[in-house]
């Protein structure tokens, strides 16, 4: 058991309310844990804890602190819709508990604008691009090169402001699934630190192909979060072995100094509880204890904290 070790989710999600957006349209809130979008499809959003639609702060550290979790990094997008000032306003009134990321759309005709307000104005220091075709800036938005001339002045921004970057490339196998163009970003910026949301989003069928890139992408300013990794490799029951075994994997290839314990909270409590999901780390005999610490706490400080 190794219940005394401490816990950093680098991956969260506040929902102040749902207006997402996604490849089939928007998508809102139906009530009862459900939502729609618009070619019609209804599916369950949230879980039964959170039926008001809604995730506060205060939900979140209360989970938190059940689960011997001490600080969350709060991470937003397309998905739920973009919470950017509400995040910024959860990490004002906890600055010890939060660290908030925040997104916005490069193509937004007023992004200067927007992005000095939540940089330079509120002092973010995280900056999150969700690039997938499902729910990031591919499902509304030509297929793009993730280093071409779209993205490269977001990228010389961040740099030039300090900021962490944080990447979702979308599911392996997607058009947004641009490894290759992501290592040449973080090579173009060596001295910003990257991290890579859901280890690359491998499926049982597409590990191996995943973890062939982690070796591209194995530089000294990359980092990879864990986020929903359990769900992405589904069949998998808690305490779930192939999760485990992939992560222990790509341990072996990236360093695990080089690995994030990330949730996906709330979303995945949809399927496991929230502690099942920290616990296929903090109980697998997959690591070291001095592995465990790293992936579970050591490494987010670093990142997050300590910039």
């Given amino acids: 058991m190794n219940k005394k070790t401490d816990?950093?989710?680098?991956?969260?999600?506040?929902?102040?309310?749902?207006?997402?957006?996604?490849?089939?349209?928007?998508?809102?809130?139906?009530?009862?844990?459900?939502?729609?979008?618009?070619d019609g499809r209804i599916f369950r959003l949230l879980p039964e804890q959170f039926a008001d639609g809604k995730v506060t702060p205060e939900d979140a550290l209360a989970a938190m602190d059940r689960c011997g979790v001490s600080k969350a990094v709060l991470l937003q997008g397309h998905y739920m819709g973009f919470q950017n000032l509400y995040s910024l306003d959860a990490q004002e009134k906890y600055p010890e508990r939060f660290r908030a990321a925040v997104s916005y759309d490069p193509w937004s005709r007023d992004k200067i604008r927007i992005r000095d307000y939540l940089i330079e104005q509120r002092g973010a220091g995280i900056v999150k691009f969700e690039l997938s075709t499902g729910s990031g800036l591919m499902c509304n938005h030509p297929t793009f090169a993730i280093d071409g001339e779209a993205m490269r002045e977001e990228f010389d921004y961040c740099d030039e402001h300090g900021a962490v970057c944080v990447l979702d490339i979308g599911k392996c196998g997607a058009e947004s699934w641009q490894p290759e163009a992501?290592?040449?970003v973080c090579l173009a910026h060596p001295e910003m630190k990257f991290v890579i949301c859901h280890l690359l989003a491998p499926s049982k069928a597409t590990a191996n192909t995943a973890l062939e890139k982690l070796r591209h992408l194995t530089l000294p300013n990359v980092w990879f979060d864990l986020a929903a990794l359990p769900h992405n490799m589904a069949p998998d029951r808690y305490p779930y072995p192939a999760a485990a075994a992939l992560v222990r994997r790509a341990a072996d290839i990236v360093g695990a100094d080089r690995i994030l314990f990330g949730s996906d909270f709330p979303s995945t409590?949809?399927?496991?509880?929230?502690?099942?999901?920290?616990?296929?780390?903090?109980?697998?005999?997959?690591?070291?204890?001095?592995?465990?610490?790293?992936?579970?706490?050591?490494?987010?400080?670093?990142?997050?904290?300590n910039s």
């Fill in 7 to 38: 816990v950093i989710d680098a991956h969260m999600h506040l929902v102040q309310y749902v207006a997402g957006i996604g490849a089939e349209g928007e998508l809102r809130w139906k009530g009862d844990g459900m939502a729609q979008y618009a």
């Fill in 182 to 184: 992501v290592r040449r």
């Fill in 269 to 305: 409590l949809n399927t496991d509880s929230y502690e099942h999901l920290i616990d296929f780390i903090r109980e697998s005999e997959e690591f070291s204890e001095e592995e465990r610490e790293a992936i579970l706490c050591g490494n987010a400080e670093t990142v997050y904290f």
